[in-house]
C-alpha cells in the first residue's frame, strides 16, 4: 500500500497526456525546398523517409538517434559539404516531423508495443533544439547558397512546430477519475488478505501487472516531455528568438504561439527563461506587457503581504 501511495503524486502529475493526437507526419512544418534546398540523394535522409513510410517507428528512432549524433560531429568539426548540409537539413526535418509513438494504453492489459525503445521519440525530438541551437547560420547560408533569413526562419519553425507536439498542457484535467478509475480496484485488492496470498496465479493478476505498467510508463513519459520541454527547449527556443529577431516583437510572438502557448502566455514563456533584461525589454513594450507587469506586482503582494503593507505606510 505504501508503494501505490507513494507513486500516485506521480501518476497524477501526467495523466493528461492523451494518445497522440496525430500518428501521421506534420506537414504543416516547412519543407526543405520550399526555401531551395534541394532534397538529399544520399547520407541518412533517404533511409529515414524510408522507415517512415513504411510506418516502422521504431527502426525510424533507433536510426534518427545515430543521425543526430553524425550531425552533433559535423558541426562540432566546423566544415561540412553541400551534400552534407543538405542531408542535415533533411534529417531534422523527418525527424522533427514524423510521429510520436502512441502513448501508452493505461486501460489495457496488452504491454505498450515501444517499451524496449522506451523514449527515443521524444529524445531524438528534443536533440533537434541542440541541432538547431549550434548551426552556424552564416558558414551554412553559403555553403547552401541560400539567404540567412531563410534559414532562420526555417529553423524556428520546426523547432515552434516539435515543441507544439511536445508540449503537455492540462496536467490534473482528469486526476480525480483517473484516481478513482485506477487505485480503487487496487486498493480494494491490497486490503483482502486472502486473495493477496494467492497474487500470481490468476490470469487477472498479469492483466493488472500489464496495467500498472502501462500507467508508470504512461505517467514517465509525460514527466520527461515536461523536462525537456520546460528545462530545455524553451530556453533555447526563447534564446533563439531574441537573437535572431531583436527589436522584432511581433515575429517573437508568431512563433511563440506557433509553438502552441496562448496570449497569455507569452511573457510568462518569456519571464521563466530569458528572463526581463536589456535584451528582452522590447517584448514587455504595449498594453500585454503593461498588464503583465500589474500581476506580476499583484502576485508580489499577494505573497508577500507584510511587506506590501509596510511599502505602502
Given at each position: ?19 497522440a ?21 544520399e547520407?541518412?535522409a ?19 538517434k ?12 566546423g ?5 552534407e ?5 533533411w534529417?531534422?526535418y523527418l ?23 522506451k ?27 541560400i ?19 511536445m508540449?503537455?498542457?492540462?496536467f ?10 485506477i ?34 510508463t504512461?505517467?514517465s ?24 529577431f ?31 533584461n ?5 517584448l514587455?513594450?504595449?498594453k ?26
Amino acid at each position: 500500500m505504501k508503494h501505490i501511495l507513494y507513486i500516485i503524486p506521480i501518476i497524477l502529475f501526467g495523466c493528461n497526456f492523451s494518445s497522440a493526437e496525430e500518428h501521421s507526419f506534420d506537414h504543416e512544418l516547412m519543407p526543405p525546398d520550399s526555401i531551395h534546398i534541394r532534397r538529399s540523394t544520399e547520407g541518412h535522409a533517404p533511409l529515414l523517409k524510408s522507415l517512415l513510410e513504411q510506418n516502422d517507428l521504431k527502426a525510424f528512432y533507433q536510426h534518427a538517434k545515430t543521425v543526430l549524433t553524425a550531425i552533433n560531429k559535423l558541426q562540432h568539426d566546423g566544415v561540412m559539404t553541400r551534400e552534407e548540409a543538405c542531408d542535415m537539413i533533411w534529417s531534422l526535418y523527418l525527424i522533427g516531423g514524423a510521429p510520436m509513438y502512441e502513448a501508452p494504453d493505461y486501460t489495457s492489459a496488452q504491454p505498450w508495443p515501444y517499451k524496449n525503445e522506451k523514449n527515443n521519440d521524444i529524445y531524438s525530438k528534443a536533440r533537434i533544439s541542440t541541432a538547431i541551437s549550434l548551426m552556424d547560420i552564416n558558414q551554412l547560408s553559403t555553403t547552401l547558397k541560400i539567404s540567412k533569413r531563410k534559414l532562420i526562419h526555417f529553423n524556428i519553425s520546426l523547432l515552434s512546430g516539435i515543441i507544439k507536439k511536445m508540449h503537455i498542457k492540462d496536467f490534473h484535467k482528469n486526476e480525480e477519475s483517473l484516481y478513482h478509475e485506477i487505485f480503487s480496484p487496487i486498493k480494494h485488492q491490497s486490503e483482502m488478505d486472502a486473495s493477496a496470498k494467492d497474487i500470481g496465479n490468476d490470469i487477472k493478476d498479469y492483466e493488472w501487472t500489464h496495467k500498472w505498467n502501462n500507467l508508470v510508463t504512461f505517467s514517465s513519459r509525460n514527466q520527461m516531455l515536461d523536462t525537456y520541454v520546460i528545462r530545455i527547449m524553451e530556453k533555447r527556443f526563447i534564446s533563439m528568438l531574441v537573437k535572431y529577431f531583436p527589436d522584432q516583437a511581433g515575429e517573437v510572438v508568431k512563433y511563440i504561439r506557433k509553438a502552441g502557448y496562448g496570449d497569455g502566455e507569452v511573457l510568462d514563456l518569456i519571464d521563466r527563461t530569458a528572463g526581463y533584461n536589456s535584451n528582452t525589454a522590447y517584448l514587455y513594450q504595449g498594453k500585454s506587457g503593461e498588464e503583465h507587469r500589474k500581476k506580476l506586482q499583484q502576485k508580489i503582494r499577494n505573497s508577500c503581504p507584510a511587506a506590501s503593507r509596510n511599502a505602502n505606510k
